[in-house]
C-alpha cells in the first residue's frame, strides 16, 4: 500500500519492511511510515514525549533501490528532540521519527526492539519477528478543563480529543473506569509533558476488540503513560507455559512455566473430565486450580520482569479443547463421549476480570478457535505459528502428546485430525518409563554387535560409558527412560536385530548376550542393571507393544491426512511441543512414527501454540488470520473413517517400509490374532485414555 | 418506506401506522409488515407458535385508501393456526401473521396490545402508544446437534442458524452464558413446539445496544420464551418511580414508586453531595442505599406485574445529575461547585450486573444522557417525552424540584438552563411548609371580601367550610401546606389584597381581619388556628419573600431562555413532575412562575421523565433520538448570564405585568437594598441549596 507517487518528491524507503513511498519535503517521517502502514509506535501523539517513535537513517547509497540516504537528508534536531535527548537520552544515531522530517531521498530502519524500559531484558524465547498491531493502544492526549459554557462530561471531552487527535470514533468506556475518570484527569504528575493552560494530559489504554466492534476505553492514567503489556499463555496440561510481552516494544520480557495443578485430579485428561464426571464440584475445583495457578505465573513473570500486574491489558490463551473449556468454566463432560461436541468453537474475547484473571481490570482476553473436539486452540495455535496455509509446500505438523493433533497442509488446502497415540510417548504406561527430569534417560545407543547399549542421564554430562559417569550419576540417580529415549531405545534394538519387523523380541539372541532375558512368554532387554537403592531399567516385550500403538496410531492419523491430501510424500515436517524438542528426528524415522521426508526438513519447533499465542498478541491481524484459517481447515475424525482402522493395523511393523506407505494389501507378521488384540486395545485405549497434550 | 409497487399486486394498508405497500398474492403478512417497518412482535420465527404476531384484518370499503378489505382478500386459517388455537386460543377474528397470506387487497389492523400474558393487567400510567423497537429480541430457533464431521462449537452452530434465520450477523455472547451453553441446549421441555430430528429448540434473548456495536445473546433459555421485560426507571431525589414493561407486548406491567432512601443523608441535592464531602463513605453509602432501594422496588413491581426479575432484559434509567452519578458510583463532589462539571454527560450502557442491578444476569441498562451540570437525564427524558423539538410550536418545558430544570423550543431550536428556585416550592423553608402527605393543605381560597380562608387537606373529601370537615379531619389532623397549595395560598393573598405587588403583607387590614396578625416587625396571615395538639397554620412574611425568590427564580430562567430565542410569548406550557401535577396553572400565571400563555395550553405531564425512560425502553430509535436532540440542545448556565441577575430581580415583584414582561428598566418597588438581599440570598442559598428535583 504505497503512497501516491510524485516523481518529484523524496523516495523513503523503510527497513525491515522494505516499504517505500515518496512523501514531500518537510512530511514527519512517522507521517511517512504511517502512511505506508509501516508500525512505528507512539504514545505521545507526536509530542517528543514518549520516545516510542525511534528510528535511524542508514547512511550510504542503495543502488539496488535507487536511493542515496544521508543525514543530510533529514531534518536536524529540532528543540523537542534535543529536550528528550537531555531528559530521557537518545543515542546519536537514533531520531524521533516524529520530530524528523523528510527533506531527501531516505533509507530508514525501525528498530525491531527499539525502545526504552531499561529494567526489562529480552529473555530466550521466539527469535521470530512479528509484526506489530496490537489491540492495545495507548494515546496520550491533553483534554480541555471543564467549560460551563459547553457543559459536556469529562468523559465526553475526553473522547472528543481521542477522535480528533487519534481517530477513534464512538470510542465506548470499561464501565469500572466511569467513577475513576474525574479524579484521574484532575491528579497532576511531576515531570509531565508541559500542558497548555486550561489542559488536562492523560493517557488512555484503547483495546480494539473487533473489526465489527466498539473500540473500548480499557484504562486512564494521569500524565503519559509509556508502557503496556500482555501476556500470551498456553495450558497444557502438564505444564502451563506464558510469556510476557511489551505491547509497545513487542520484546518478550519475561517467559516462564508452571506444572498445571489439574494434575491432582486426573494425570490425563480424560482422568479430569471423569473426575468432572465423577464430583459435582469437579469441574469448578479443576477451573479455580488453573487459573490460581495463571494468576500466579502472572505473577511470577511480572516479578522477572519487573513490571506490575496491572499494566497487562490484554492477554491471549490457547489449549487444548478441555484446558480451554475448563480454563473458561465450561464442563468438560461433552468431549469425552461421542460426538465429542465443544461448547464454543470459534475464538472468543471477553474481560480478563469475568474469568478471574488478575491483571488490569480494564484488560480483555482472547482465546484462540478450537479446530475440533479434539484438535484445541493450542493447535490452531500452532498452525498459526508454522502457517503451512502460508507456504506452497505441503507441510505436515505433529503436536505429540497424550493424544498427536496432526495438521497437515498448503495454501490450497488444510486438513487436521487428532489421533489416539496414548502416554506411551510421555512414558506412561512403559515398565521403566517416567517424566523427563533428572535421572531420566534420554539418549540410548545399542552396539548391534554386542548388544550393549550406552545411553545419557538427564543432569549428567556424560555418556554412561565414559569414565566417570557413575561417580557423576549418583547425584542424579539412574531412574528411568523419559519419552524420547523410548523412541530411541526401540529403535537402536531394531537396527540392532534385537526386535524383529514385528516387534518381537528375538529370545534366541539371549545365548549370546546375558542383556536379553525371559519375562514369562516373552524377553526383555536388559538397559542397566541398576545400584543400590535404584530399579532395574528393562525394555519389555510389552513396552515395544506399546510404543508400536502409539507410533501406529500417529502415523495412521498422519497417513490418512496424506490421503485426504491426495499426497505420497510431504515436503516439510515440523514437530511441535516438548515431545518433539527432544526427539532425534532420525530416529522418529527409523521407528515409522513420521512419514519419509528429507531429514533436513524436519524440524522441532518448540512451543509453537505459545509462539502462535504471542503472534495474536501482538498482531490482530494474526487473530482475524487464524480465525478464517480454521474455518478453511477440513476436520477428519479418525473415528468416523473406516479406513483408519487398516492404516492403524498396517502401521504396526517396525519399521515402515523405506518405501514409507504399506501397501494397504500388505500381510501383517504377526499373528492375525495379535494383531487384532493390539488394534483393538489401541482403540479402547483411544476412548479411554485419548487426548492428552502437554 | 413502502416496497417498490407493482400495480397488479394487491395493496396492503398496516393500521394505525398507515403503511402501506403491493406484495404478490402469498406473501405472509408477517413479511409484508416487515418490509413495510411495521413493527410486529414474533418469537417463533414464524413457526405458528408463540403467537406474538397476531392480527386482524379490517372488513369493508376503505374508499379513501381505495381498498376494499375482507376475510376472503386472506388465506384461510391453516394447520398451524388450528393447532395454536387448540392449545392456546385464537380469537374468531385473530390471525397469525406468519401463517395468514394475502390473496388481495387488505386492511390488516396491529393491535397495540396484542398479545397474551393472561396474569398481566394494564396499569395505569401513560396512555401513549409507542412505537415498539425494543434493543431486546426474542429469537426461537432449532439448533442441529452436534456432528462429529462438522466439529463446530454448540454455540457456534447456534449463532449459525441466529444468522440464517433471523438475519443477526456477528453475534457475540455474554460471558456468563458460555458455561451454561451445552445445557441449556440439551434441556428438553415438555410441551413445546415440534422439533425435526437432530434439532435442538431454543430462544435466545438477542441484545442490540448500538447501531455499531456487535449484538449480543443476553439469555439463552431451552424451547420457546416468550415473555421478555424490563424497567423504567426514574430516579428522584425524594421518589424512586418505576415502570415494568413487557418488552414484547410493549404494555406496562405494573407501575410503582419508592421514596429515595438517600434522604436519610440529606433531604436535598446539595446536603448530600455535602455528604460525600464530609464522609470518606458517604459516596460508597449512597450508592449502596439508592440500587438497594432500586432492587427492592424491581421486586414490588415483579411482585404485582406476576413477573420473574429474570425476565427482565434490559432497564432505562433517568435522574438528575447528581442522582445520576450516585447511582452510577461516581463521586457528585464536582456538580457541587463550579464549572459543576459532570464525569460523564453523554448516555451510558453498562450491563446491568455491573451496577448491582438484580435482573436477569445477561441484562443491558441504558442511562439517558445529562443535558448539562444541572440539567440531568430527567429532564432529557422529559424532553424526549414531550419533544419540543418534534414540532413547531414554541414550547417551556418546566421541572420543578429544588431547583427547575427549563427547556424551551421547537422543531428549529431547542435551548436548556436550570435555575436555583431552592425547596420552597416543596413546602421546605416554609414556617408551616410539609410534604404532600395526608394531613397537609393542598388547595385554598380567601374571600377577598371577608379576607377569611377555606382549603382542602389530602385525605378529607371536604372542603373546610363544608359540614363535617372537622369531624372528618380528626383522621388526619391538619399539619402544614405542601407546596401545591403555597403557590395557591400566596396567589389568594395577592388576590385579596393582603399582599402588595412588592409582596408586603398589608398590616394596616389587621383592623378589619383577625387573620392578619403582627409577627414581630411584620405581619403574617393566619390560615387556621390549629386545634388540640395540630400546629397553628400562618403564611409569615418570610414565606412569602421565600416563594418571592423561587418564582423569581424560575420566571428569570424562563424569561432567559425566551431571550435566547427572541420570542416574547410561549405557544404551550408543560409542567413536569410531581410539583407540576398538583399545582394550578391558573395561580402559577397568577403569581408569575410561568409566562403568559393561553391556559388550555397549560398542561401537568406527570413524570415526563419516566415516560421518556419508558420511551427509551421500547424503542432504541427514541434512545439516538434524545442522543441526537441532547447534543443540538443550547446549554444556558444561568451563572454565567450577567443579564440573569437582573431578570431575577426584575421578577420578585408579584404579578408578573399583565404584558407578563417587565421592562428590564422596571423600578422594582421593594426598598433597594431588601431586594439585593433578596437577591442575593437566592443565589447564595442557590449555590447551597440549589439542584433539587423530585
Chains 1, 2 share one sequence.
Not at 516462564?256 to 469441574?283: A, C, H, K, W
Not at 471477553?350 to 482465546?367: C, E, Q, S, T
Not at 484445541?376 to 507441510?395: F, I, V
Not at 493424544?403 to 502416554?423: M, Y
Amino acid at each position: 500500500m504505497n503512497a501516491p507517487l510524485n516523481p518529484t518528491d523524496p523516495l523513503v524507503l523503510f527497513m525491515p519492511s522494505g516499504k517505500r513511498g515518496r512523501f514531500p519535503v518537510g512530511t514527519p517521517v512517522l507521517d511517512a511510515a504511517r502512511q505506508l502502514g509501516v508500525y512505528v509506535e507512539s504514545v505521545c501523539g507526536g509530542r517528543a514525549t514518549c520516545g516510542r517513535c525511534q528510528i535511524e537513517v542508514q547512511q550510504g547509497s542503495f543502488a539496488k533501490h535507487g536511493i542515496v540516504s544521508s543525514n543530510d537528508h533529514i531534518s536536524a534536531r529540532g528543540p523537542k528532540e534535543e529536550r528528550y535527548d537531555r531528559v530521557r537520552g537518545l543515542p546519536q544515531q537514533r531520531r524521533l521519527s516524529c520530530s524528523a522530517l523528510v527533506l531527501g531521498d531516505l533509507v530508514i530502519d525501525v528498530p525491531q526492539d527499539t525502545v526504552i524500559n531499561a529494567q526489562v531484558v529480552r529473555k530466550a524465547a521466539t527469535d521470530r519477528v512479528i509484526e506489530r498491531n496490537s489491540p492495545v493502544q495507548m494515546c496520550y492526549v491533553e483534554v480541555d478543563q471543564p467549560d460551563m459554557h459547553k457543559p459536556l462530561g469529562d468523559l465526553d471531552r475526553l473522547k472528543v480529543v481521542l477522535d480528533t487527535e487519534w481517530g477513534w470514533k464512538d470510542l465506548a468506556v470499561a464501565p469500572h473506569l466511569i467513577p475513576q475518570i474525574q479524579k484521574i484527569l484532575r491528579t497532576q504528575l511531576p515531570d509531565q509533558p508541559p500542558l497548555e493552560d486550561g489542559k488536562w494530559g492523560v493517557t488512555a489504554a484503547i483495546h480494539r476488540d473487533m473489526e465489527s466492534a466498539r473500540p473500548f476505553i480499557i484504562a486512564l492514567y494521569p500524565g503519559l503513560k509509556n508502557e503496556a503489556y500482555g501476556i500470551a499463555c498456553d495450558i497444557g496440561s502438564t505444564t502451563i507455559a506464558m510469556h510476557l510481552v511489551s505491547l509497545l516494544s513487542g520484546r518478550i520480557v519475561a517467559s516462564s512455566g508452571t506444572p498445571n495443578p489439574q494434575i491432582r485430579f486426573g494425570e490425563d485428561l480424560m482422568s479430569r473430565v471423569s473426575y468432572v464426571m465423577m464430583n459435582p464440584d469437579g469441574r469448578e475445583a479443576m477451573t479455580t486450580a488453573v487459573r490460581e495457578a495463571i494468576n500466579t505465573l502472572i505473577g511470577k513473570v511480572c516479578d522477572e520482569g519487573g513490571v506490575s500486574r496491572e499494566d497487562i491489558f490484554d492477554c491471549v490463551f490457547v489449549g487444548n479443547p478441555i484446558m480451554h473449556h475448563l480454563f473458561l468454566g465450561i464442563d468438560p463432560t461433552e468431549l469425552g463421549q461421542a460426538p465429542f461436541a465443544l461448547a464454543v468453537s470459534g475464538a472468543l474475547q471477553v474481560w480478563a476480570h469475568d474469568i478471574d484473571i488478575k491483571v488490569n481490570r480494564g484488560a480483555r482476553l482472547y482465546m484462540l478457535p478450537c479446530i475440533a473436539g479434539h484438535v484445541g486452540a493450542d493447535a490452531a495455535g500452532a498452525t498459526l505459528s508454522e502457517g503451512p496455509y502460508r507456504q506452497d509446500r505441503m507441510m505436515l505438523l505433529v503436536d505429540v502428546g497424550t493424544n498427536a493433533e496432526i495438521v497437515l497442509g498448503n495454501s490450497t488446502r488444510v486438513v487436521a485430525a487428532s489421533s489416539p497415540t496414548g502416554p506411551a510417548f510421555e512414558g506412561a504406561e512403559i515398565s521403566s518409563g517416567q517424566r523427563a527430569a533428572p535421572g531420566a534417560i534420554e539418549r540410548v545407543r545399542i552396539d548391534p554387535a554386542t548388544l550393549e547399549p550406552k545411553y545419557r542421564v538427564i543432569g549428567v554430562d556424560k555418556w554412561s560409558d565414559e569414565d566417570g559417569f557413575e561417580d557423576e550419576s549418583w547425584k542424579t540417580g539412574v531412574t528411568g527412560i523419559c519419552g524420547s529415549a523410548i523412541i530411541e531405545v526401540v529403535a537402536e534394538m531394531y537396527l540392532s536385530g534385537i526386535i524383529s519387523e514385528d516387534g518381537v523380541i528375538d529370545g534366541s539372541l539371549a545365548a549370546r548376550s546375558a542383556r536379553i532375558i525371559p519375562n514369562g512368554r516373552t524377553f526383555s532387554y536388559l538397559l542397566r542393571e541398576g545400584r543400590e537403592g535404584e530399579p532395574r531399567i528393562t525394555v519389555t516385550q510389552n513396552d515395544v507393544r506399546a510404543i508400536q500403538l502409539a507410533k501406529a496410531a500417529l502415523y495412521a492419523g498422519v497417513k490418512l491426512l496424506m490421503e485426504k491430501q491426495g499426497v505420497e510424500k510431504v515436503d516439510t515436517i515440523r514437530f511441535a511441543g516438548a515431545f518433539g524438542s527432544f526427539i532425534d528426528p532420525k530416529y522418529a524415522m527409523v521407528l515409522g512414527l513420521i512419514p519419509d521426508c528429507d531429514l533436513a526438513e524436519v524440524k522441532a519447533v518448540g512451543n509453537a501454540a505459545g509462539t502462535g499465542a504471542l503472534m495474536a498478541l501482538l498482531n490482530r491481524d494474526h487473530r482475524r488470520e487464524i480465525e478464517q484459517t480454521v474455518k478453511r481447515i477440513e476436520k477428519i475424525e479418525t473415528a468416523l473413517e473406516p479406513h483408519f482402522q487398516q492404516l492403524f493395523v498396517d502401521a504396526m511393523a517396525l519399521p515402515n517400509k523405506v518405501d514409507p506407505f504399506p501397501k494397504l494389501a500388505k500381510v501383517v507378521k504377526l499373528p492375525e490374532r495379535k494383531v487384532l488384540e493390539a488394534a483393538e486395545g489401541g482403540r479402547r485405549r483411544g476412548r479411554e485414555g485419548r487426548r492428552g497434550r502437554e
